[in-house]
Antibody, heavy 119, light 107 residues
Framework: EVQLVESGGGLIQPGGSLRLACAAS????????MSWVRHAPGKGLEWVSV???????YYADSVKGRFTISRDNSKNTLFLQMNNLRAEDTAMYYC?????????????WGQGALVTVSS | DIQMTQSPSSLSASVGDRVTITCRAS??????LNWYQQKPGKAPKLLIY???SLQSGVPSRFSGSGSGTDFTLTISSLQPEDFATYYC?????????FGQGTNLEIK
């Protein structure tokens, strides 16, 4: 059974850093595209970042230069390093597996990690 | 970037109603269009991928259609568990943008 479990969320001051982790089971992280999506209070879903099987990474303009997506194949875990956090980064962050055979649909999601940026 | 525009933003309907939500892409995306359902406090759930392919385990009352720039999600007979927010998403190219969401409420 595919499972994704996020951790690392919390309350952080503006300008601070946080690293989210997404532990995967039931499949191999390095064999799939993996993505982060966030949901801010009262807003819609926002795609944040993706890492491809070959290691290429892509980001939303809103986080480019501040966030870094990575994976640890030995731990089968996806990460999101978030630096220089802003109030507008406050959101529930979800990791998602991307079925990259053809259509790149986000077929499995974690339960989310809440990030609150506030002084 | 490809912009995704959903309509309506909110919708009131009754159990048993047939409901249609539309999604328009700012440029052609072929069939790279997915639909998700999200309930309050829960992660999104994939319903439809590749414009009209039903994800495993999703009830057949959900269906999708369209290609290019115009897409629809149809629920043939609303059930109580279907009241939620629905999002379209293009997976043609990064950034993998979502529509703004359609909040489906009980009338």
């Amino acid at each position: 059974e595919v499972q994704l479990v996020e951790s690392g969320g919390g309350l952080i001051q503006p300008g601070g850093s946080l690293r989210l982790a997404c532990a995967a089971s039931g499949f191999t992280v390095s064999s799939n595209y993996m993505s982060w999506v966030r949901h801010a209070p009262g807003k819609g879903l926002e795609w944040v970042s993706v890492i491809y099987t070959g290691g290429s990474t892509y980001y939303a303009d809103s986080v480019k230069g501040r966030f870094t997506i990575s994976r640890d194949n030995s731990k089968n875990t996806l990460f999101l390093q978030m630096n220089n956090l802003r109030a507008e980064d406050t959101a529930m962050y979800y990791c998602a597996r991307v079925d990259n055979i053809v259509w790149n649909q986000f077929d499995h999601w974690g339960q989310g990690a809440l990030v609150t940026v506030s002084s | 970037d490809i912009q995704m525009t959903q309509s309506p933003s909110s919708l009131s309907a009754s159990v048993g109603d047939r409901v249609t939500i539309t999604c328009r892409a700012s440029q052609s995306i072929g069939r790279y269009l997915n639909w998700y359902q999200q309930k309050p406090g829960k992660a999104p759930k994939l319903l439809i991928y590749a414009a009209y392919s039903l994800q495993s385990g999703v009830p057949s009352r959900f269906s999708g259609s369209g290609s290019g720039t115009d897409f629809t999600l149809t629920i043939s007979s609303l059930q109580p568990e279907d009241f939620a927010t629905y999002y379209c998403q293009q997976s043609f190219t990064t950034p993998y943008t979502f529509g703004q969401g359609t909040n489906l409420e009980i009338k």
